[in-house]
C-alpha cells in the first residue's frame, strides 16, 4: 500500500493513539468504535495484509498517512519497528489508529505497545475486537459454549514441538471444548497427545480457516481422523480448531458456509460505481463479486445541444424533466455546475424519475420527483403514468429528455402520442469499455466464474465483445426478457430471469437458483460443488427451442 503523508503542526495538538482490534477477517464485524476511529485518525498502521482493503472502505482522505505493518508486507516492519513508529507518529501529535487482527486483548503486541505509549506520557485506548476463538466457530455453526456444555478452554499451539511438550494436555481433559489457535501444522501431535490424556478417539472435531470471509472452509471429523482429513484440504496455518461435543450442531447450525450463493465467484459486468447495490447484495448471499467494467460514460461530443437545452430550462422552456437514469442526473448537474447554477433553476419545473434509484440521485440533488412509476420501473411504466397533454392545465407542453446516445425511441414516441413535445437531448455517450486484464479474460472463457449476471442488453453485447463468451459451465443471469433474448443471440443459454426488472429481484432469483442447486445435489448424495467445479465439455449454446 502507498504511504501518503501530512503537514502537521505538532505544537498545536496532543497525540493519541487508538489499538483497535480489526475483528477474524469480515470487516461488517467491526465495531462501531472501531470504525469511527479508523475515520478520524490521521495515522494508519496495519497488522495483515487484509487490512489494505479494510483501510480503503474507510479512509478517503488522501492526506492520511498509511503504513503497511503487517508481515509480508512490501513495507513489512517488525514488531518494535512498528511501536516506533506509533510512537514518533503519537510525539508529533497526531491521532494514532493501530490495527491489530482479532482482538487486541488476545494474544497481540498491544500490551508491550501500550505499556511504551504510556511511559512516553501519550494517551491511549484499547478497542476490542471480535475474537477468532468465538467467532470462527460460529461463523462454522458451533457455538463453543452451550447451556449443557458451558467449559471452554483455549489453548495456543504455535511455536513447535517444544511449545506443545510444555503443555499438560490431562488438564484439559475434563473440559467439554478445547479451541485449539495455531494446530493446524501439528494436528496429529495434538490428537495422540489428547488421547492418550484421555479423551475419545471418538470426540468430534472440526477445523476452519478462513472463518468469516467467503473463502471459509471447514473440514469436520474425530481425533483419530482429523489429521488425516485436512492434509491437501487447502487451509490456511490461521486455521481454528475445535475439539468436543459441540461440533456436532454444526449439522444443523451451520449457516454461513449453507447461504446460497457461498463462496460462488461472480462476474459483475458494471463498474464500481454502478455496482454497489448489487455487489453489496450479492455478498449478503455469501458470494465473491467480482466487478468487471464493460461500458465507459463520456461526455456528448456535440455539447452544444445539452448546453442549449440547460438554458431552456432556466429560461422556462419546459413543463417537464423526464431522468430516465442516474447517469442522466449526473450529467444534468455537472452541467448545472459548469454554469454556476443550482437546485433553484428547477423552480416550476415538474421532475420525472424513470426509478427508485433515480428519484434517490434527485433527492441528492436536493430535488423531489414528482412522478415515479408506480409499476414497472422502466421507460414503459414511466408512459403508464404519465398525464396526457391538456392545453387548459399545462402551460407548456414540452419536456426536456437528457439521455444516452444509445437510447431507444419507445419512451419519445409515447410522449408524442400522449400530446407532448419532446427534446430528446444526448446528456452523455456510452461507450465500450477497454478489455479486461489478461487473467479475468481467461477466467471469463475458462469457467472460474460460476455466475454471470447481467443487467441489461449492452452489458451483453460490450462483455462478449470485450472479454468472450462465458463457459458453458457459468450460470447466466439476466434482469428481464430483453436482456435474455440477447444472451441468447449471442449463444448463451439463460439460466435465471429475474421475474421483474430490479436488482433485487435479479439476486433474489440468482440465490433461488443456487439453494435448489444445493438441495439436488444433497437429495443426490452428491457433495455440494460451485458451477466453476462442475464444467461441461463444451461452450453454451442457445436453445433451439
Known amino acids: 500500500m502507498a504511504t501518503k503523508t501530512t503537514e502537521h503542526n505538532a505544537t498545536t495538538q496532543t497525540g493519541w493513539v487508538s489499538f483497535i482490534g480489526t475483528g477474524p477477517g469480515d470487516p461488517t464485524l467491526l465495531t462501531v468504535r472501531a470504525v469511527d476511529l479508523i475515520r ?3 495515522v494508519v498502521i496495519t497488522d495483515v495484509p487484509d487490512h489494505e482493503t479494510l483501510v480503503a472502505g474507510l479512509v478517503s482522505d488522501p492526506a492520511v498517512e498509511v503504513v503497511d505493518g503487517g508481515f509480508g508486507g512490501a513495507a513489512d516492519l517488525a514488531q518494535a519497528a512498528r511501536g516506533k513508529h506509533v510512537l514518533a507518529a503519537a510525539k508529533a501529535g497526531r491521532r494514532v489508529a493501530r490495527l491489530v487482527a482479532g482482538d487486541a486483548g488476545l494474544w497481540s503486541t498491544v ?15 484499547i478497542v476490542p475486537g471480535v475474537s477468532d ?35 499438560d494436555w490431562a488438564s484439559y481433559a475434563d473440559q467439554a471444548t478445547l479451541v485449539l489457535l495455531g494446530a493446524l501444522t501439528c494436528l496429529g501431535e495434538v490428537s495422540v497427545a489428547l488421547i492418550a490424556a484421555g479423551r475419545p478417539a471418538t470426540t468430534p472435531v472440526a477445523v476452519t480457516s478462513g472463518g468469516t470471509t467467503t473463502n471459509q472452509v471447514t473440514v469436520a471429523g474425530t481425533l483419530e481422523t482429523i489429521a488425516a482429513q485436512v492434509r491437501g484440504a487447502g487451509l490456511s496455518d490461521g486455521a481454528v480448531t475445535v475439539v468436543g461435543e459441540v461440533v456436532s450442531l454444526r449439522e444443523t447450525l451451520s449457516w454461513f458456509e449453507t447461504k446460497p450463493l457461498f463462496g460462488w465467484r461472480v462476474l459483475v459486468p458494471r463498474t464500481k460505481d454502478q455496482a454497489g447495490e448489487l455487489s453489496a447484495t450479492l455478498r449478503g448471499f455469501g458470494a465473491v463479486p467480482d466487478e468487471v467494467p464493460t461500458i465507459s460514460v463520456e461526455p456528448p461530443r456535440n455539447p452544444l445541444q445539452m448546453d442549449k437545452a440547460v438554458r431552456g430550462l432556466v429560461e422556462g422552456r419546459y413543463e417537464w424533466i423526464a431522468f430516465t437514469s442516474v447517469n442522466a442526473v449526473k450529467a444534468v448537474r455537472e452541467k448545472f455546475e459548469e454554469y454556476g447554477l443550482d437546485a433553484r433553476a428547477f423552480s416550476g419545473l415538474k421532475i420525472a424519475a424513470v426509478g427508485d434509484k433515480t428519484s434517490a440521485a434527485i433527492s441528492a440533488w436536493g430535488l423531489r420527483a414528482d412522478l415515479v412509476p408506480s409499476g414497472e420501473q ?3 411504466g414511466l408512459l403508464e403514468d404519465w398525464p396526457e397533454y391538456d392545453e387548459l392545465l399545462d402551460p407548456i407542453n414540452r419536456v426536456f429528455l437528457p439521455r444516452a446516445d444509445i437510447a431507444t425511441e419507445n419512451l419519445v414516441a409515447g410522449l408524442i402520442d400522449l400530446g407532448w413535445e419532446v427534446d430528446d437531448v444526448t446528456a452523455y455517450r456510452t461507450v465500450r469499455a477497454a478489455p479486461p486484464p489478461a487473467p479475468i479474460r481467461e477466467a471469463i472463457k475458462s469457467g472460474k466464474f460460476d455466475a454471470v449476471v447481467f443487467t441489461s442488453s449492452s452489458t451483453v453485447r460490450n462483455l462478449v465483445g470485450i472479454a468472450g463468451k462465458p463457459h458453458t459451465s457459468t450460470v447466466i443471469a439476466v434482469i428481464g426478457p430483453a436482456t435474455a433474448k440477447t444472451a441468447e443471440e449471442n449463444g448463451l443459454r439463460v439460466d435465471v430471469l429475474a421475474p421483474s426488472p430490479s436488482i433485487e429481484a435479479l439476486t433474489d432469483a440468482l440465490a433461488d437458483f443456487g439453494t435448489a442447486r444445493r438441495e439436488a445435489m444433497i437429495a443426490a448424495g452428491q457433495p455440494v460443488t460451485k458451477p466453476s467445479e462442475r464444467r461441461a465439455a463444451t461452450r453454451r449454446r442457445a436453445s433451439s427451442t
Not at 500490551?111 to 485506548?125: D, R
Not at 470462527?136 to 511438550?165: D, N
Open 40 to 42: 478520524s485518525a490521521e
Open 111 to 125: 500490551a508491550e505497545e501500550a505499556q511504551a505509549v504510556a511511559k512516553a506520557g501519550i494517551g491511549f485506548e
Open 133 to 167: 476463538v468465538t467467532a470462527v466457530p460460529a461463523y462454522a455453526g458451533i457455538p463453543v459454549a452451550t447451556g449443557e456444555q458451558g467449559s471452554v478452554a483455549v489453548v495456543r499451539c504455535q511455536g513447535g514441538s517444544a511449545r506443545l511438550a510444555g503443555i
Open 378 to 380: 422502466s421507460a414503459a
